[in-house]
């Protein structure tokens, strides 16, 4: 970084290995492309990964991976930016040994994820499309009476949402389960949110999982919460509860969940994210019943991704300019 600040590069060299699912096309890479000579691709094989990464001065990844040995072997690199709020794809460690800051992009998607929830849970209570589906095929045209019903309708006021997580995204989750007339309770981290946990009862997870008419889940992936909702933590579930994740799929143990959802252990279930992605077809939960998939695209909305880049680009432009942001790997020193 010395050498730019000096005047010595007059241009970096700027890589966006995987851009796609940022920029499909409806955003402008022109602010980026300001800063330096900006190659962006939309899609980065491993095989493709040391070529086109060789000379970048610069790198910006969303799930392309940068490993311990990728890292060795790409000298010039002075700058790793994630495209996303986890930075689990790239080796942190390594990067700082080799004295590479890692910066990522710590809020963005808060509305649009918390809006994300209640599309899934609100599809889980009403099945609008299905019901929309069996009107256009005649069904309406058919009936006897003036309405009619394909799957139970469930009224949200009154329930209990409980909240695994309660960060930016959960408080807000809170905010608007607190609207639909919900009372909610959470376990996590967020005691030091305190505009997040205003109405929220702090409880224990054994507590959470009983009660709860409504659980999603907001906490990171970690050691400790990984396949944290199990066969065992299912089984204090109530039969008429229904699971949402948005979070990281690996927070499931898939299998169990299944065999809860087909067994009728627990209602339903909606999640945007897989343990696996791409998903595979031997997923079990492809055909587990009254179980919603969508392709991890909760916070995908345009606005949420336009907020994306732009702090994406602010962060490359600070380390620029000498004062890096929105580190992740810097040392205790610092």
Known sequence: MDRWLKGEIMMVN?????????????????????????TVYDRTSAAELMERAA????????????????????????????????YNIVDIDAARERGIPVANIPTYGTHSVAQFVFALLLELCHRVQRHSDAVHD??????????????????LAGKTMGLIGLGR???????????????????????????????????ELEQLLVESDVISLHCPLTASTEKL????????????????????GALIHEQ??????????????????????????????FSADNCLITPHIAWATKEARARLMGTAVDNVQHFLSGQPTNVVNASQKE
């Open 55 to 86: 000379n970048a001065d610069m790198i910006l990844t969303n799930k392309t991976q940068l490993s311990a040995a990728t890292l060795e072997q790409l000298p010039k690199l002075r700058y790793i930016g994630v495209l996303a709020t986890g």
């Open 14 to 38: 700027i890589v966006v290995l995987d851009g796609y699912t940022l920029n499909p096309g409806d955003l402008d890479w022109g602010r980026l492309e300001q800063l330096g000579n900006v």
């Open 229 to 248: 909702i199990n066969a065992e933590r299912l089984a204090l579930m109530k039969p008429s509860a229904l699971l949402i994740n948005t979070s990281r």
């Open 169 to 203: 995204i959960g408080g807000q989750v809170a905010k608007i389960a607190k609207a639909f007339g919900m009372r909610v309770i959470a376990v996590g981290s967020g005691r030091s949110h305190p505009a997040a946990i205003e109405g929220v009862e702090w409880v």
């Open 256 to 285: 169990d969940l299944a065999d809860a959802l087909n067994n009728g252990r627990i209602a339903g279930a909606a999640v945007d994210v897989l343990s696996i992605e791409p998903s595979l077809p031997t997923n079990p939960l």
């Open 138 to 155: 005649g069904e309406w045209n058919h009936c006897p009476d003036f309405c009619f019903t394909r799957s139970p309708l469930v009224e």
